[in-house]
């Protein structure tokens, strides 16, 4: 292996940095229309009419949008566009079109619309009761129990016995570019430029609502300047905004300003669970209950978040007798969705919140209560059918109690001079790589240069660059001689995207089976070129060798050979294309593991300092450890933000009070602190790429290790995200 395991800087950054990225707002086409999207100001109300005579006078004004519905699954009935009922606020109610944007905007607030309010629900608990009406007279939007044991009569015959009420806040994925979408109408087909995780995602949806009015859809992903899991699935305004393009027939671009973003961008976390749990005198937890609430907002497609933090809540402990009822709720807020962890940051809070209430009440070490419950041998079935399929629990916990307990002296020796400091573990157990599959092409070109085109859809991770460290040991080649490219659904079939810390895991081998197969292609080619039989060539180090007789043929020698007789005569009995296109899935998720370490002090006014922090992961193979200590440092600091700082909250009429970066509080650099990572490589995948993701671990094992060091320092327990900083004072 020349490139894989190295640390090797992203081929991706140099346009970045250099500013020759092109973004959606970029991106411009003779004759663009923009679009501005007029939202309601109210929470809940019934809408009676809307004025738009005023808009159609500015000028400049091409026409302006009311009323545009179409059924999709699991969202309102009034989608895209409110026009009976509307249910929060920054829900699209019109929209304005304009030859440039100053005009549409201009427009937009001439608009007026009627309505009679109605009282609105913001409390998920309140919704819970169904005495309410939030969304289409309904409350509750979904409910589903998960069984396993009998883990009330667990709980009941244990001698020791435990109940938390664990909250987990509401969050805005806060990525440096908002949403924006540009639709191209040309010629009865359809290009749509999108700041998307997924282009294929957005095709499907958008031929499945429009494929009766255009012959194609072609989607293709810009830059995008961050997602974190809020750009993977198509919005209201991505419908609206191809609705005007058919109407207008023109191009027609819509970009959101940040307060838009904020008010209608998916949000996530939002759980509560209510736990009671039964365990003995040695810390083994014996059974577990949770009633989980889940506040999903005005749309009811969040739901699935719930199930994943349900059946992942027993984690890497061995816990056998649990039940989970999941209850997702309606409110008059923006609807919620997938961010970075999707349910398993919750589940591990929740359940990490679990041991460290065992430890304390035991007065027993944290990690050794851990050790006693943990997961010990796998392929591991957990209560819910869920397979753990490979890893050393035991080891990696053994690594991290020690420097656990290296931190824990150091806050001791702090504590005698008054300093108020304390250490804080978690140990998590992620599920990733959620399927089916995903598909990759590797071509050579007529320089002999290979181009890998993935349908995943990197937006920063840098799996491009991890990808061509892996084709290019397969071939053989110079890194700088493979080029991976994605984000345009006209270049391969069918694909997902990039969600769920799936690329490098099924991306990544599926580039990897079509490289090996392209070896064999060019065997077959070379033995044609060199008169010998096939079976005397071996491929090694970019090109095709007899070791009989010496001869060589490079792999770009292989790629002119075939393209030189072009005009001329058809003289291969083999197909000359030199391109291979593959699909790769698991029968199974992957789940990758770690620990967190963190070392805080809280000063008197409740700030908080971190002074050390540790990172250990198993993530299987690892292809690039710089590009796996970036997600790792990204995500600490996401997990810091929601500890702390982060919370998306509504006053009583369902107004958000968070609706620009003064108010909604990402950490600042001067917040920043050293993460200190290390990996272990014991839980390989099942792939001929034995590698996991690890895109998501970091915001999953963040929470529970601030938290705990946090209750260590200042001696009270913290059950609720973000910190209430009474508390810490």
Not at 186 to 215: I, N
Not at 611 to 633: F, K, S, T
Not at 640 to 648: A, P
Request: glycine share 10%; aromatic share 10%.
């Amino acid at each position: 292996m020349r490139y894989v395991g190295r640390p090797i800087r992203r081929k991706e950054d140099p346009k970045l940095i250099t500013g020759r990225g092109r973004y959606i707002d970029d991106i411009e086409f003779p004759g663009t229309l923009h679009l501005v999207v007029v939202r309601s100001t109210v929470a809940h109300a019934l809408l009676k009419s809307v004025d738009y005579s005023d808009a159609l006078k500015v000028q400049g004004v091409v026409g302006v949008l009311t009323g545009v519905k179409f059924k999709v699954d699991n969202r309102p009935e009034d989608f895209p566009m409110a026009s009976k009922e509307i249910l929060y606020v920054g829900q699209p109610v019109a929209a304005v079109v304009a030859t440039d944007r100053y005009a549409a905007v201009d427009a937009a607030e001439k608009v007026q619309f009627d309505y009679d309010e109605l009282p609105a629900v913001v409390d998920p608990e309140e919704a819970a009761t169904g005495s309410k009406e939030v969304v289409g007279g309904k409350g509750l939007a979904y409910e589903r129990e998960y069984a396993s044991g009998d883990a009330l009569r667990a709980i009941e015959s244990s001698p020791q016995k435990g109940e938390l009420k664990v909250k987990i806040g509401r969050v805005y994925a806060s990525p440096m570019e908002p949403r924006g979408l540009l639709s191209v109408y040309e010629r009865g087909s359809l290009t749509v430029y999108a700041s998307t995780q997924s282009p294929h995602f957005m095709r499907r949806f958008l031929v499945e609502t429009f494929g009766g009015r255009v012959e194609d859809v072609r989607v293709v992903q810009a830059d995008v300047g961050g997602a974190f899991g809020a750009k993977l699935f198509p919005y209201p305004e991505d419908y609206i905004t191809v609705e005007a393009s058919l109407r207008f027939r023109r191009p027609v671009k819509w970009v959101a300003t940040r307060r838009e973003d904020f008010v209608s961008t998916y949000l996530s976390r939002d759980q509560i669970h209510k736990l009671r749990f039964g365990f003995d005198e040695r810390g083994v937890l014996r059974g577990l209950t949770d009633d989980a609430l889940i506040n999903l907002g005005a749309a009811s497609h969040g739901y699935y978040l719930g199930d994943i933090a349900a059946t992942m809540l027993p984690g890497p402990y061995k816990v056998r007798d649990v039940k989970v009822r999941v209850l997702g709720v309606y409110t008059n807020t923006t609807p919620l969705d997938q961010y970075r962890g999707a349910g398993r940051p919750e589940a591990t809070f929740a359940i990490e919140r679990v041991m460290d209430y065992i430890a304390e009440e035991l007065k027993e070490d944290p990690v050794e209560v851990r050790k006693r419950n943990l997961v010990v041998e796998t392929p591991y079935t957990n209560p819910f059918g869920l397979t753990y399929d490979s890893g050393n629990y035991s080891h990696l916990l053994e690594r991290a109690g020690l420097i656990y307990r290296e931190m824990e002296e150091r806050a001791r020796k702090l504590k005698l001079e008054g300093r108020r400091v304390g250490a804080g573990l978690c140990f998590y157990l992620e599920q990733n790589n959620f399927g089916p599959w995903e598909s990759a092409s590797v071509r050579v070109r007529g320089d002999g240069k290979v181009q890998v085109i993935v349908g995943a859809a990197p937006h920063g991770q840098g799996a491009g660059t991890g990808i061509a460290q892996v084709v290019a040991d397969e071939l053989g080649l110079d890194l700088d001689r493979v080029e991976v490219s994605w984000g345009d659904t006209s270049l391969i079939g069918e694909a997902f995207g990039t969600y769920g810390s799936r690329s490098l895991t099924l991306a990544g081998n599926a580039a990897l089976l079509a490289a090996r197969k392209l070896k064999d292609k060019v065997r077959g080619l070379a033995a044609e070129l060199m008169g010998t039989d096939v079976q005397e060539l071996v491929y090694r180090d970019g090109g095709v060798e007899n070791p009989k007789d010496g001869r060589r043929m490079s792999l770009a020698e292989v790629a002119r050979a075939t393209v030189a007789s072009m005009g001329g005569t058809w003289n291969f009995k083999r197909d000359p294309s030199l391109e291979v296109t593959e699909y790769f899935g698991l029968d199974n998720y992957t789940f990758p593991y770690g620990a967190h370490i963190a070392l805080v002090e809280v000063e008197e006014d409740g700030s908080v300092s971190v002074l050390d922090y540790r990172a250990i992961d198993d993530v299987g193979l690892v292809v690039n450890p710089l590009l796996a200590e970036g997600q790792v440092v990204g995500g600490v600091m996401q997990g810091f933000g929601e500890v702390f700082t982060e919370e998306i909250r509504y006053d009583g009429n369902g107004n958000p009070i968070m609706t620009d970066f003064g108010s909604y509080r990402i950490p600042r650099a001067h917040q920043a602190f050293r993460v200190r990572w290390e990996y272990f490589e014991e839980g390989k995948s099942n792939a001929p790429l034995p590698s996991k993701g690890i895109g998501e671990g970091a915001s999953i094992g963040t929470l529970d290790a601030l938290v705990s060091a946090i209750e260590r320092a200042v001696g009270r327990r913290v059950w609720a995200l973000p910190v209430d900083p009474s508390l810490l004072m």
